[in-house]
């Protein structure tokens, strides 16, 4: 297990559609562990494997108060979706920024799990948000994308302040 690098945005690696994982072998297992171990140290409650630099459709989810409950999707599928919600989220390839999104409030998805086997899950409020925002990563799509061209704008300078900021502490 190791802790990853996770691609901050804008880099355009974030922008890859994920391929199916066709065999789940010790070296996705690997991966998911350090998937993981790099979730929670972050500290976040989703990684997508996209995030890593990794591009096939493996994400991690623990949204539990305690960190004792990894939910691993492989490749994940909507089956269906209903309703919506507008939730503020944040992503760890996104330091800093937190902003409104619209997204369905209550969906199921079918993914395997890390020994291969499909199941069925069905999610409302942040599970669904979570799911539903590491599934866009896997498709290369990030929350920011859904804003309006100027916040976006307003966005990639701040996180190029930031990164002037952190160069001049490491300077
Ligand atoms: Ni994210």
New binding site residues.
């Given amino acids: 297990m190791a802790i990853l690098n996770i691609l901050k945005y804008p880099d355009p690696r974030l922008y890859t559609n994920a391929s199916e994982v066709k065999n789940i072998t010790s070296e996705i297992k690997t991966l998911i562990s350090s998937m993981a171990e790099t979730m929670y140290d972050a500290p ?1 409650v ?3 494997a996209t ?1 890593v630099n990794i591009h096939q459709k493996i994400i991690v989810i623990d949204i539990s108060e305690d960190k004792n409950n990894l939910l691993v999707l492989i490749n994940p599928l909507l089956l269906e979706s209903k309703g919506e919600m507008i939730n503020q989220e944040g ?4 330091p800093e920024v937190f902003e409104k999104v619209k997204r369905a409030d209550w969906i199921k998805i079918s993914a395997l799990n890390e020994n291969g086997e499909k199941f069925e899950l069905e999610a409302k409020g942040l599970l669904a948000v979570c799911i539903q ?2 599934m866009d ?1 896997l498709e290369g799509i ?2 920011i994308d859904y804003l309006s061209k100027l916040k976006r704008s307003m966005i990639v300078k701040k996180l190029s302040k930031q990164k002037k900021e952190l160069e001049r502490i490491v300077v």
């Fill in positions: 976040g989703g990684l997508a995030q992503c760890l390839s996104v925002h590491e990563h990030l929350f």
